[in-house]
């Protein structure tokens, strides 16, 4: 199993540019969810997925997000703006106890 | 208002050397805490789970402990190894679901020769 991947590793996007960012798991895990890392902060979460077809319905304004199939769950900036600059992390788990979650390796964006 | 807060911010040890990491968490109902290791430029990779009922888990070297009546946890890590420089982070859930976790902001631990 590859477990959850991420791509891209880096990117540099210049305010109002969109872009999307890549995730997929290969566990066949229902819950998928996004979080973002700064400096000095927990990690926050931005969007989940409790199946396909679903996503949670409070959307952060600056995302959107779809879940199309079990297995990708992109995230997609659509103007990007500096206060998105961050790393995202992307994780999975099974509904089935104890929900240990399964990270990717991030994806760290730069907005200029 | 359900919060995780996590001590020292860093800490510095040599390798050989124990030390003991703390976790203070005020979420209610509790369901679970992890403790997760993330380093540098890499995802969080889970170490241990604990739930209301277990107040020790060890993995390998590592060892969690639980106290659930004074909301306390600590991570211990018996003779540390240049490869444990990391930042661990504990994570307490509330309920199954993922928008039920709340995360610390984690201790970084460096590890010299």
């Known amino acids: 199993n590859a477990g959850v991947t991420q791509t891209p590793k880096f990117h540099i996007l210049k305010t109002g540019q969109s872009m999307t960012l890549q995730c997929a798991q290969d566990m066949n895990h229902g819950y998928m969810s996004w979080y973002r890392q700064d400096p000095g902060m927990g990690l926050r979460l931005i969007y989940y997925s409790a199946a396909a077809g679903t996503t949670d319905k409070e959307v952060p304004n600056g995302y959107n997000v779809s879940r199309l199939n079990t297995e990708d769950f992109p995230l997609r900036l659509v103007s990007a703006a500096p206060s998105q600059t961050s790393v995202y992390l992307c994780a999975s788990f099974n509904r089935i106890g104890p929900y240990e979650q399964y990270f990717g390796p991030g994806t760290r964006l730069t907005v200029t | 208002k359900n919060q995780v807060e996590q001590s020292p911010q860093s800490l510095i040890i040599l390798e050989g050397k124990n030390c003991t990491l703390q976790c203070n968490y005020t979420v209610s109902p509790f369901s679970n805490l992890r403790w997760y290791k993330q380093d540098t430029g890499r995802g969080p990779v889970s170490l241990t789970i604990m739930t209301f009922s277990e107040n020790t888990k060890s993995n390998g070297r590592y060892t969690a402990t639980l106290d659930a009546d004074t909301k306390q946890s600590s991570l211990h890590i018996t003779a540390s190894q240049l490869s444990d420089s990391a930042s661990y982070i504990c994570?307490?859930?509330?309920?199954?679901?993922?928008?039920?976790?709340?995360f610390g902001t984690g201790t970084r631990l460096t590890v010299i020769p």
């Open positions: 994570v307490v859930s509330s309920q199954t679901g993922a928008n039920n976790l709340f």
